[in-house]
């Protein structure tokens, strides 16, 4: 199965919310679908799950519109809620058979997942008496339960503790291995790098970069070093603009070319004592802020 | 149809399964068990109480003839529960006649004549040693003292017509007649039948009332039912899940139609329990016009009861889940709510005055009769209490039943435009802008 989106517009009154999206994920793989806050994530998300229609583009499964009487999906959302005064079980069932169960397909599909991630001792207790990272395992039930083609976890780890994460980690590999299609949305960059092949990253409704991750850091541009060194200072004097301080103490180099790296290297390891010197790699999270990131703001500043 | 019927299934176990619903239904269920027992039970007290004082009444006889002493006691102590009436006539003739006439007016006072002077009368009057007192200024004029005048004090009434019977009686036996002719004149009875050939106002008045105060009710009950509903599965963010699980028709709907069903069942208990109550109770009620009327109510209006009584609860009930799509907040629902109650409450102003009116097929009756957001009250006001022909009623159920359907469907878009907005109210224009699209 192959889910596709093609150049796919929003708009709410004046405001452009995505201005042509397009992205494809194939079954038993995992899509992250990245962007800052309001970069159109929920919202390419909504339209995929027919909650409004799109003004333009096509939701297409295996190059045909979405059936959603056929195709199943389901969805965390980020904005976590159920029914605090009820029954657990009985709003899970409730989900389940909303998406089109039978009574006793959901039953048991429910107790199976109560089971499974630990939870059947809170079955019949009101969803209101659980702790934040326990309602949150219930809410990944209703995502699970009537056993989509299409999961979308919006924001999954948040509030889990690590044995949480650990088994939610999981879970989530199952239903990659069971060919499902995950859609993640994160900003937990980590995950994303260990379970998803392929991201998008959103920026104000449009598309700045899309593509499997190890596609992108290997065609990232090699034009940056990093070097540790005693004299940090003193290299940073020398170089001037094109050099700024990380985090770690460790000096990054913005080369003028990618060609430009080994004689500056040379050059750095004849004039000064030097702990080490590579090439930058950037990691997902480099490559977030570097996509993602307000540009022309960055600009003003 | 699935969604809606496992919808439906969920939203009407919520109201059966609330402890509220459940006491509220009970309560009132006992409530009604109570008032229909009341006379049954008032009877057997009083039919109790009966025996005793018999009982007692033979046993002093058994005692003996000393009884004579108890009987005089008897009497005193029935002089102090009766209150006096205190009537001052001046130099009048015929006082004794008067003071005996009046006496027999005041059933429960002893009326007596009294010779102080004003100030006098008023320091007993204020000193509740006499209830009232009446100063005759002439035959055909008094003033009336009474300490605290109370709203349903119809004593100068009673006093008029006295006087005035009094005064008859007088000139007649002047004019020649012996007393007995005069009075003879003056009691003549009329006897009169009335025989409605349309309906009876007087003996629908009940049951419409009723009717007509039961839909307000329910309606705004439940309608705030719906809306806090809605809107309280937006807050707790449930929505996010809802809107992606579920269409808004169905979503809509099925809220709509489980609450109806939900308050129908509460209505069909505390009526049921009202008629098998009654039935249970019937030869204690006697011939009570007012119950007799009610549970007389005719199979035909019955049915246009039920009717409207739907048809009425739906089209608010839907604005009321749109207004709840429309709130952040479930605080927000009553202010957001208030045009629609107001609305409704007009219409159901308009209604009970045209009802206690008398005049239910004026103009703005008719205009209401055929306005769907009115004429479940307005029509079925009409139909209950006078004679509406069978094209208009079903002129009127025709549009009710067009508009609850556009405004199912319009209140299920605005549903799903609302459910998703949260943080301040959205405008009415942005709303309608929505909707097109969505």
Known sequence: MKLELKNVQKSFGEKEVLKGISFSVESGKAFGLLGRNGAGKTTTIRILMEVFAADGGQVLIDGAPVDYRKTGIGYLPEERGLYPKKKIVD??????????????????????????????????????????????????????????????????????????????????????????????????????????????????????????????????????????????????????????KRGNGELLIQLEAEEAKRGMMEQLTKTFDIDEIRVFEPSLNDIFVEYAGDHDEGEKA | ????????????????????????????????????????????????????EESEADGTTAEGNEANGTTAEGSEADGQTKGMILLSVGDMPNAEA?????????????????????????????AEAAACAFVMDSPTSYTYYVNNLSIYDDNTAVVNEVLSNVNS????????????????????????????LGKDQMQNFFYTYIMIFSLYLVILLYGQMVATNVATEKSSRAMELLVTSAKPTS??????????????????????????????????????????????????????????????????????????????????????????????????????????????DSLLMRICSYVPFTSPMAMFTRIAMSTVPFYEILLS????????????????????????LYGTKPKLGSIFQAMRKA
Not at chain 1, 156 to 165: E, I, R, T, Y
Not at chain 2, 25 to 42: G, H, Y
Not at chain 2, 101 to 123: G, P
Not at chain 2, 176 to 196: D, F, H, M, Y
């Open chain 1, 91 to 244: 709003q899970l069932i409730y989900f389940a058979r909303l998406h089109g169960m039978k009574r006793q397909e959901a039953t048991e599909a429910v107790d199976y997942w109560l089971g499974r991630l630990d939870m059947m001792e809170y079955r019949n207790k009101r969803l209101n008496t659980l702790s934040k990272g326990n309602q949150q395992k219930i809410q990944l039930i209703t995502a699970i339960a009537h056993d989509p083609d299409i999961v979308i976890l919006d924001e999954p780890f948040s509030g889990l503790d690590p044995v949480n994460a650990m088994l939610l980690k999981d879970v989530v590999r199952e239903e990659i291995d069971k060919g499902k299609i995950v859609l993640f949305s994160s900003h937990q960059m980590n995950y994303i790098e260990e379970f998803c092949d392929s991201i998008a990253i959103l920026n104000k409704g449009t598309l700045a970069l899309c593509g499997e991750i190890h596609e992108i850091k290997r065609n990232y541009v090699r034009d940056k070093l990093v070097v540790r060194s005693e004299s940090a200072d003193a290299i940073a004097d020398a170089l001037g603009g094109c050099c700024t």
């Open chain 2, 251 to 360: 979503m809509m709907f099925g809220k709509v139609i489980a609450s109806c069903l939900a308050g129908f069942v509460q209505l069909l208990v505390v009526f049921g329990s009202a008629i098998l109550f009654y039935n249970l109770n019937k030869e204690w009620w006697g011939d009570n016009m007012i119950v007799e009327s009610i549970f007389g109510m005719p199979m035909d209006l019955f049915v246009f009861m039920l009717i409207f009584f739907v048809l009425g609860f739906f089209i608010y009930a839907f604005l009321f889940g749109a207004i709840g799509s429309l709130a952040s907040k479930v605080e927000d629902i009553n202010t957001s709510s208030m045009p629609l109650t107001l609305l409704f409450v007009a219409g159901f102003m308009i209604v009970m005055f045209s009802m206690q009116g008398g005049d239910v």
């Open chain 2, 169 to 196: 009686l007088n000139a007649l036996m002047a004019a020649g007649l012996t007393a007995e002719e005069a009075e003879g004149v003056l009691s003549v009875e009329i006897s009169n039948e009335t025989v409605s």
């Open chain 2, 1 to 52: 149809m699935k969604q809606f019927g496992t919808i439906l299934d969920f939203e009407l176990k919520n109201y059966f399964k609330n402890r509220l619903f459940v006491g509220i239904t009970i309560f009132l269920a006992a409530v009604i068990a109570v008032i229909m027992f009341f006379p049954r039970v008032m009877s057997m007290i009083e039919d109790g109480g009966a025996k005793t």
């Open chain 2, 397 to 420: 159920i025709l549009i009710l039943i067009a508009s609850v359907v556009g405004v199912g469907v319009v209140s299920a878009k605005i549903y799903r435009v609302g459910v998703l």
């Open chain 2, 98 to 126: 008067l003071r005996q006439a009046l006496n027999a007016a005041f059933l429960n006072y002893e009326v007596c004549l009294t010779d102080d002077d004003l100030d006098a009368i008023q320091k007993k009057v204020i």
